[in-house]
């Protein structure tokens, strides 16, 4: 089980996406070339004191086949109850108690999930005041918020996290890596997940009420945990919602969140195409380790050149990525496949490294005099000191004299001389320019 799972839902206009924008953190843009990578605004990560949990806004997620809003609502309502460990019912407190809000807040009632109620849009005292009426939905305490004005969110996050699921500290170990298989429906995630995990695959039931913490599948190879996040796990039970191509985007946003190490698949009988980059976009800004896999290489038709074409293709592609191992494997036919998992480890320890303070400014002092920093109008950048600020990803803080004379190709520069004497094979380096005080 990976973070935990926060739904808003509501009828339209309410204020959900709103609410949603002040969840979850804006993260800063780290990649300028990076084609293809639009945040998806119906989901995102939230943090709140010091809570870190996955926010869905389901209005986002829209139904094709129906414009009538009872039964988006009804889909909506469905995939939060499925999805979701605490459901936020968002109403709004100018219109009152609606038959509509009635409606979705007794479908909420039946199952059981926790339920939030927040009245938003109540923007002054006396608005914050005038509630009780909701009380009458029947799902306990309405807490009167304004998402426009950022009130109340306070007192009903705390709410929130009292139904946080108690965290299995096993799961969050420092020995176990976490594994996700991502890519676009068919590459092969499924047949590769029956082909990693063999005959130890753990058969989970498929009956309702089934946790979505039993889709991730713990196991062991030689004397290494793994969790595997499986992204297909819960489809084919027949739900509207798992057709829209949102629903499956959010999920692999989700699995690749609560992930060590990503596994894009790409499927080498179709090469690459835009959605496979717009996946692999989201691992890379979420800084996680990545390994391309190519599957179906059996399929192929090959000569001794195809494999260098293929790889050529890939870098071209998804040149954000020339840090990321390339495996050509066939979930059917098992080739290649057993040396996933031993590239996963080394991902996973270069994910998870430490470079000592003292080695970093030898090298980035060795690396100045090599290559002299960046000047501008006769002022040099000067870099005073560097330390590494955090792993998974390897973030590394330069102090400089002055941050607006960096520029990205010596940022870049400085990352090489970085990768070229230590092994961060299959992860991102973040380099931070901060202002020496
Ligand atoms: P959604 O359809 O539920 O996602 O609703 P939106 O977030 O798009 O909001 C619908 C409208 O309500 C927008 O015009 C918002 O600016 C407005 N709105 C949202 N929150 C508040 C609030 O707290 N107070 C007021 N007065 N308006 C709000
Ligand atoms: P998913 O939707 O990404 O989980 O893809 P599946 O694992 O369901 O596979 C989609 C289709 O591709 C199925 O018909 C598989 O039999 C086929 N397939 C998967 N892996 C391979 C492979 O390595 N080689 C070949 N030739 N077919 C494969």
Not at 258 to 279: A, H, M, P, T
Not at 295 to 314: G, P, S
């Amino acid at each position: 089980m990976g973070l935990p799972v926060v739904a808003i839902v509501g009828r339209p206009n309410v204020g959900k996406s709103t609410i949603f924008n002040r969840l979850i953190g804006e993260r800063i843009a780290i990649v300028e070339d990076m084609p293809g990578v639009t945040r998806d605004r119906l989901y995102g990560k939230g943090e709140w004191l010091t809570h870190t949990f996955h926010v869905i806004d389901t209005g986002g997620i829209e139904f094709g086949e129906t414009d009538e809003i009872l039964t988006q609502m009804r889909y909506q309502a469905e995939l939060a109850i499925d999805e979701a460990d605490v459901i936020i019912m968002i109403t709004d407190s100018r219109t009152g108690v609606t038959d509509a809000d009635v409606e979705l807040a007794r479908m909420l009632n039946r199952t059981g999930k926790p339920v939030v109620l927040a009245v938003n849009k109540a923007d002054n005292p006396e608005m914050r005041a005038d509630i009780y009426d909701f009380y009458s939905l029947g799902l306990g305490e309405p807490f009167p918020i304004s998402g426009s004005h950022g009130l109340g969110l306070g007192d009903m996050l705390e709410e929130v996290v009292l139904h946080f699921p108690e965290r299995n500290e096993d799961e969050y170990s420092e020995d176990v890596i976490r594994v996700s298989i991502i890519g676009r429906p068919n590459v092969g995630k499924s047949s590769l997940t029956n082909a990693i995990l063999g005959e130890e695959r753990v058969i989970v039931s498929d009956v309702a009420g089934t946790t979505r913490d039993a889709i991730d599948t713990p196991f062991e190879r030689d004397g290494q945990s793994y969790i595997l996040i499986d992204t297909a796990g819960m489809r084919k039970r027949g739900k509207v919602y798992e057709s829209t191509e949102k629903y499956s985007v959010m999920r692999a946003m989700r699995a690749i969140e609560d992930s060590d190490v990503v596994l894009v698949v790409i499927n080498g009988e179709e090469g690459i195409i835009e959605q496979d980059k717009k996946i692999a976009g989201y691992a890379h800004e979420a800084g996680r380790g990545i390994m391309i896999v190519v599957n179906k290489w059996d399929a192929v038709e090959k000569d001794d050149k195809t494999m260098q074409r293929f790889t050529e293709l890939i870098r071209e592609e998804f040149k954000y990525l020339d840090y990321a191992p390339i495996l050509y494997v066939s979930a059917k036919s098992k080739q290649r496949v057993h040396t996933i998992l031993p590239k996963v480890n080394e991902i996973s320890q270069a994910h998870a490294m430490r470079v000592p303070t003292s080695v970093l400014n030898d090298l980035v002092t060795d690396a100045t005099i090599r290559t002299p920093p960046p000047s501008d109008r006769g002022k040099r950048l000067k870099i005073n000191y560097a330390t590494q600020a955090t792993v998974k990803p390897p973030t590394f803080i330069l102090f400089v004299n002055d941050p607006e004379l960096m520029h990205f190709s010596y940022e870049r520069y400085i990352e090489n001389k970085i990768r070229e004497a230590f092994v961060f094979e299959g992860t991102p380096v973040r380099i931070w320019t901060r202002k020496k005080t």
